[in-house]
C-alpha cells in the first residue's frame, strides 16, 4: 500500500499529464463524429456571450455592405411584386413543394470560421426562439447549412464548408441529384457528387437543394456548375459548384422549421421496422 | 510570488482575449492563421509547480475550444507542449541549464529562438494532425504546420519585444 502511495506521489505530474491527455484526446475523438458534444461548443453561455459583444462591435463595420445587400433584395422583392400577374385574383397554394409549411426564424451569424476542414457558424437564437437540431439553415443567395447544437440563446450551424456536411442537392433544369460535399480546399467552390452520367450537365448550369431531403425544401439555390469531371471508377459526375453564397460574408440568415419532418422520419422508420 | 501569480492570471486573460478577438479572424491565403495565445505556455515562470502549468495549460486549451469549435484539439496540444516543456528548455539551454537564471522575456538569443521555435513547431504539428485526423491529408497538415509556425513565430517575437521588461 505505501508503495502505491509512494508511486503516485512520485509520478503525480505524469498521471496528471496522462489524465489530462486523456480527455482532451477523447474529446477530440469525439468531434469528429457527425453530433458533437454540447459542452466544448461555442452555442454555450460564456462563448456565446462574449461573441454576441464582440459582433456587435464588428457588426458597425459591416453597415454599408450589409445595407446593400438589404437594398438588393429588396429590389429583388419589388420586381417580383410589379411583375406579379393580378393581386385580385385569390392565389393558388403551393402546397406540393411544402413551402407554406415552413416557418421560418430570422438569426444572425455572431461568429464564423472558415479556415479549418471542419468548420462551424455561431448564431444568437436558440432553443428558446423553437430552434432544433437539424434544421436547415439559408440566407437570402442560398444555403448556409445544417443546426448543430443549441443552447437557450445560441446555436452552432454545420456550415456547408464542412467535410462532414453531406446535403442532397439537383440539377435545377434536369431533376438528377447528386450529394453536396466538400473537399476542404476553397472557400468559394463545394463539390456535387454521384451525378449519374445520363445527365447533360453544361458550365453555368444552376444548381438547387433536392426534394429528398427532410431539411431543406426543395429548390433553394445553391450555386451554379463550373467544372465537371467523369470518375471513371464509379462511373459518376463529381461536379465543381460555384457557391451563391459568400460564405466568408455571413450577416442574417433564415432557418427553416420543417413541420413535416418528424412525420416523414417517424413514416420511414416504420416502414423499416415492417421490412 | 503572489505578484507572479497575478502577472500569469493576467497573462493568460489578455492573451486569450487577443487570440479570441484579433489572430482568430486573421486568416491570410485563407488557412493560415497564428496562434499566439501559446506564449502563455512558453512565457509560465520556468522554477513553478509542474502540475500548476499542466492544469493551467488544459484550462487555456479548453477555452481556445469552446471559442473556436475545435473539439479537445487545442487542449491536447496545450497539454503536451506544457509537459515537455522541460525537456525542450534541456535541448535548447544544453544540458548544464540552471533554472533560476533562465529569462525568456528579453532579447532573443540563439538558445531562445530555438526553444520558441520548437515549442510552436510542436504545437502546431499536434493541433493540425488532430484537426484534419487523416493520413491522406498529412501533405496538406504540414503545409498549414509549417507556415502557420512561420506567422506565429514573428507574432510572438513581435509580442515578447512590446512587453519586455525595459531596464535601464
Known sequence: MQQIFNFIYKNSNRLLFLLLLGISLFLSIQSHSYHRSKLISSANFLSGGVYEKINNVSEYLNLRTQNDALAQENAKLRSLL????????????????????????????????????????TINSG???????????INSLGIVGIIDNTSNNYATVISILNVKSQINAKLKKSNHFGSLTWDGKSTGFVQLTDVPRLASIRIGDTIVTGGQSVIFPENINIGTVSKRYYENETNYYKIDVKLFND??????????????????INLEKKKEKDE | MNSALFVNIFRFIMLLAVQIIIFNNMNFLGFISPYPYILFIILYPVNSNKSGLLAASFFLGLCMDMFSNSGGFHTAACVILAYYRPYLFKFAFGLSYEYQTIKLNDVLTPERFTFLLLSVVIHHLILFTLEAFKFTLILDILLRTLLSSVFTLIICIIIIYLTKPNRR
Open chain 1, 247 to 264: 460564405m466568408t460574408n455571413l450577416g442574417h440568415v433564415y432557418i427553416i422549421k420543417s413541420k413535416n419532418r418528424d412525420e416523414i
Open chain 1, 127 to 137: 432553443s428558446l426562439q423553437g430552434v432544433k437540431s437539424d434544421m436547415g439553415v
Open chain 1, 82 to 121: 410589379f411583375n406579379a400577374k393580378d393581386t385580385s385574383s385569390i392565389k393558388k397554394l403551393d402546397s406540393l413543394k411544402g413551402v407554406n409549411q415552413n416557418d421560418i426564424i430570422v438569426s444572425k451569424v455572431i461568429h464564423n470560421t472558415f479556415n479549418t476542414h471542419e468548420n462551424y457558424l
